[in-house]
């Protein structure tokens, strides 16, 4: 199972919003309503951001929404935040196996 | 809250078996969930290795299956890992994770700080 397609890198300036697409096969992220998103700050552990697709866990903070339409899913950071400048990995169930995209780089300028 | 705590040697020489634990606290594994390991290669993105329930139920990336056991403890409320032959490839910071299957296929909601393990002779 190849792993998901994200872009390297996104930027936005603080209060602007920004999209990152991760980019399947029908065998994950098409096929599932089970893709998670992940924020990644240096040398800490990933925190999940959101959860079968659009689902925000307590304590993460509504300007993150996630979307998907066919085999691609998308995470939106509205109002962004210096705060907000991390490492961001989509993750999907792919039938008894789960697959982590490439990650993107999120900056703020 | 829920906690996790990885364990273990964080040097292997080649060809090495590779054991790490996951402590839980705040949370009884037999109470329900999966809980799983992820690694993170230097530099690079996160890949699931496995996950297990607390009557053993596993699920295994299947690219890393034949290398790979992962068991729990109930009495301990641990789970483990083992990755045999290791190779300097297997260099990672590894995580244990509360997901990956069951009620949460593809969610990881929990996590532990990570351990740095290097393949080396």
């Known amino acids: 199972q190849s792993a998901l397609t994200q872009p390297r890198s996104v930027s936005g300036s603080p209060g602007q919003s920004v999209t990152i697409s991760c980019t399947g096969t029908?065998?994950?992220?098409?096929?599932?309503?089970?893709v998670s998103w992940y924020q990644e700050h240096p040398g800490k552990a990933p925190k999940l951001m959101i959860y079968d697709v659009s689902q925000r866990p307590s304590g993460v903070p509504d300007r993150f929404s996630g979307s998907k339409s066919g085999n691609t899913a998308s995470l939106t950071i509205s109002g962004l935040q210096a705060e907000d400048e991390a490492e961001y990995y989509c993750?999907?169930?792919?039938?008894?196996?789960?697959?982590f995209g490439t990650g993107t780089k999120v900056t703020v300028l | 809250q829920v906690q996790l705590q990885e364990s273990g040697p964080g040097l292997l020489k080649p060809s090495e078996t590779l054991s790490l634990t996951c402590s839980v606290s705040?949370?009884?594994?037999?109470?329900?969930?999966?809980w799983g390991w992820m690694w993170q290669p230097p530099g690079k993105g996160l890949e699931w290795i496995g996950s297990i329930n607390h009557s053993g139920s596993t699920y295994y990336n299947p690219s890393l299956k034949s290398r790979v056991t992962i068991s729990v403890d109930r009495s301990k409320n641990q789970f483990s890992l083992k990755l045999s032959s290791v190779t300097a490839a297997d260099t990672a910071v590894y995580y244990c994770?509360?997901?990956?299957?069951?009620?949460?296929?593809?969610?990881?909601?929990?996590w532990g700080r990570g351990t740095l393990v290097i393949v080396s002779s």
């Open positions: 029908s065998s994950d992220v098409g096929g599932y309503n089970f």
């Open positions: 705040g949370f009884s594994i037999t109470s329900g969930y999966y």
């Open positions: 993750c999907s169930y792919a039938g008894n196996n789960n697959v």
């Open positions: 994770t509360r997901g990956g299957a069951g009620s949460r296929p593809g969610t990881f909601d929990y």
